[in-house]
């Protein structure tokens, strides 16, 4: 049995909920086509060899600060009161903690606005 791709999921979840783009790369014309989510795993451990506690950051970028922060917000809701008990296949989320909240971030780009919240998500594999 495989870990399942955390990144993976909460992309496909994030996609289907907001209907926005949602990657874990940015592109390249990212200002050309905001609003943009990204999801980036750095790390997390596990307990057992079916649980995975993934830590992963959300970035929204968007075209102004009060538009990233609504994203964010959005994000953030779906990831507390949405994911909890969402099945993909032989993976569900069993528990998702927020690490960091949402908050606003520089970034290179000083036409873009973005929104940085950090999340402890709970895979358990069938």
């Known amino acids: 049995m495989e870990y399942a791709d955390a990144e ?16 874990t790369e940015l592109p390249s014309n990212l200002e050309e086509v905001l609003p943009v989510i990204q999801v980036s795993r750095y790390g997390g451990n596990d307990s057992r060899y079916v649980l995975d506690r993934a830590s992963v950051d959300v970035d929204c970028f968007a075209a102004t600060r009060a538009e990233a922060s609504a994203l964010a917000a959005q994000a953030r809701e779906l990831f507390i009161f949405r994911l909890p008990s969402y099945n993909a296949g032989a993976v569900s989320v069993s528990r998702v903690r927020t690490i960091n909240a949402p908050g606003w971030a ?8 973005r929104f940085h919240a950090s ?8």
């Open 8 to 23: 993976k999921l909460l992309v496909a979840f994030l996609r289907a909920e907001t209907g926005l783009r949602v990657v």
């Open 106 to 113: 520089p970034y290179d780009n000083d036409t873009l606005r």
């Open 119 to 126: 999340y402890m998500v709970t895979l358990h594999n069938h």
